[in-house]
């Protein structure tokens, strides 16, 4: 080798360290945090690439979950809002923490905000045609929202969802009866979610509950012997030997929360595909089960010489697809990613936040006595028929009577329980938040949870509110402080005067703040079905069981992450309701 070689080597190599040196000194400057001009934010973390997330996953450690960390920021600031850097690479996501605020974000300003793309790379490889992941500027969002138009109207919920909804919740005393018998608490926690996915699988897909998850552990129950057990601690049952169709529907919310907890979801649910052959059996079994259903589905309408008889939310998404391809004249696309995602979203979002809100419910019930037993007498005295004749209500009783106290509870179930963690949306422009500048692009969360909703407001001048968002007040007071954290359903309880000046006790949905389902055009489309959900399950329970005080070591009230946020206790000790 020549000197001039070696000499351009030479030269060369220092060249390429250099170079070397300075692109990672760029990728570290890109990474590091910028925050925002004037908001509350953590100072150590603004000096770290990886920005809060050391502090998070501390947290974690410590207390078991990382949205009690979200959370707490605004008390840790003293602040309504407050910022943190929870993505390498990423703009500051902006936390509000005051319900007035969030009203003005997602009910007005939406010509400011939109709907944000962490909901896209959550749900994504579930269902990445569904509505929910969207934004409200794309074209197809309100094309699909018009699709789904018909299955919250009150002609669906009676004729088709509500004679599923009552042979579930039927199913479900039935296997409490028996399980009940033993005379010792046991784990609802599954029951639960089953009694829900039998719900909302079959109002989906026409499915039948006499095959569904809670009829096969009620014959399970049934008829295997179980082992003898200690009287002292909670009764153990078998489960039911495990359903490919139960378990991939199941699936959806663990695949979710997978990607909730990485920095980048899409390719952490990759990733859990690839290694899981538990993962990658279900995605398989879910395409499978939703060809079939289809396939039957098709069948029915299109067999029927008359006007089809709907039985599923399907059918009614394939008759409206079928009437708008004879109207346009072209070949209808039964099979199509929008109608297929549309009906596994609708799945997915019915089945694990209801679930869950009844499992807090019952603990609610049992923490909280001389309010069950004023809920069961009220309950008797709305459906007096039924129980004059010794019989539960029947779903055309539970429908047609409003029960004020009822629906209190479950709100303040809601309320309190804070199933689900944030609302999350995007700047689409350069815009303020109560008087602080958020550049276009910017994510802005929430929380379900915290000051104004469950716990005593931070003060915020109303200077540096806006003009519309100061008349919010006088249409929703904020709760007392020395009663926001309590459970209190009398709080949406208020007295009603009649045309021949007799007082009577009526539900108050605007009684005080609560944003459990959203507020505004992108508030959670099924809430009237979830509220029916609720409704069904709650009174046949307390019609037929009391649900006795349990054991401080049985009703703890930590949470557990998943979609929602799960209680990790829900045991039930249950009497028979005289």
Not at 142 to 169: C, D, I, T
Not at 181 to 200: C, E, H, N, V
Not at 289 to 301: D, F, N, P, R
Not at 552 to 559: D, F, G, V, Y
Request: with cysteine.
């Amino acid at each position: 080798m020549s000197a001039l070689t070696l000499a351009m080597h030479a030269t060369q190599v220092p060249a390429m360290v250099l170079l070397a040196v300075l692109m990672i000194l760029v990728a570290c400057f890109v990474a590091q945090p910028k925050p925002l001009e004037g908001i509350p934010y953590n100072k150590t973390a603004s000096r770290r690439i990886l920005g809060d997330l050391p502090d998070i996953r501390r947290h974690i450690h410590l207390h078991g979950d990382r949205r009690s960390w979200v959370w707490s920021q605004p008390r840790k600031h003293g602040s309504p809002i407050s910022q943190a850097f929870l993505f390498p690479f990423r703009r500051p996501t902006v936390i509000i923490s005051d319900y007035r605020t969030a009203i003005d974000i997602c009910s007005r300003r939406l010509d400011e905000f939109d709907r944000g793309t962490r909901n896209g790379e959550c749900v994504g490889l579930i269902a990445p045609n569904f509505h929910f992941t969207m934004n409200s500027s794309d074209p197809r969002f309100n094309r699909q929202r018009h699709m789904l138009n018909g299955l919250m109207s009150p002609w669906f919920m009676k004729q088709v969802a509500a004679r599923h909804l009552y042979e579930s919740a039927m199913l479900l005393v039935r296997l409490w009866k028996r399980k009940q018998s033993k005379g010792q608490p046991f784990s609802a926690r599954r029951d639960l979610y089953i009694t829900t996915l039998d719900m909302i699988s079959s109002v989906a897909f026409g499915m039948d509950n006499a095959s569904g998850g809670l009829a096969r552990e009620l014959a399970h129950l049934e008829n295997v012997d179980h082992p003898d057990q200690s009287e002292r601690g909670p009764a153990q049952f078998r489960q039911a030997p495990s359903d490919p169709r139960t378990e991939a529907l199941l699936d959806m919310s663990k695949m979710i929360s997978i990607a909730q907890g990485s920095p980048f979801p899409r390719l952490a649910q990759w990733l859990a595909l690839l290694c899981s052959p538990t993962h990658l059996y279900a995605y398989w079994c879910r395409r499978s089960l939703w060809k079939h259903q289809t396939a039957m589905s098709i069948h029915h309408i299109t067999s029927e010489s008359e006007k089809p008889t709907v039985k599923s939310a399907l059918d009614l998404l394939l008759l409206r697809e079928k009437t708008a391809a004879e109207r346009i004249g072209r070949n209808p696309d039964y099979y199509s990613p929008a109608i297929r995602d549309e009906v596994l979203g609708y799945v997915l979002a019915g089945h694990d936040t209801t679930a869950t809100v009844l499992a807090w419910f019952v603990k609610y019930m049992a923490q909280h006595q001389s309010i069950q037993a004023r809920l069961r007498q009220s309950l008797r005295d709305g459906h007096s028929t039924a129980c004059a004749e010794g019989r539960s209500p029947t779903m055309s009783e539970i429908m047609s009577k409003q029960i004020p106290y009822l629906e209190a509870n479950i709100e303040e179930t809601l309320r309190r329980s804070s199933v689900a963690t944030l609302i999350v949306r995007k700047a689409t422009r350069n815009t303020q938040i109560l008087g602080y500048s958020i550049p276009k692009g910017t994510d802005v969360i929430i929380p379900l949870t915290g000051p104004s909703l469950t716990e005593p407001a931070l003060n915020i001048p109303d200077t540096n509110r806006p003009t519309v968002d100061r008349r919010t007040e006088t249409r929703v007071k904020p709760w007392p402080d020395d009663d926001i954290m309590k459970y209190n359903p009398d709080r949406w309880m208020k007295l009603k005067t009649d045309n021949a000046g007799e007082e009577t006790a009526v539900f108050d949905p605007q009684a005080g703040p609560n944003l459990a389902f959203s507020v505004g055009p992108r508030q959670c489309f099924g809430k009237k079905q979830a509220r029916l959900q609720l409704q069904t399950v709650a009174t046949l329970l307390l019609w037929e069981f009391t649900f006795e005080a349990l054991e401080k070591s049985l009703n703890t009230w930590e949470i557990e992450e998943r979609l929602v946020n799960l209680p990790k206790q829900c045991f039930v000790k249950l009497a028979s309701a005289s």
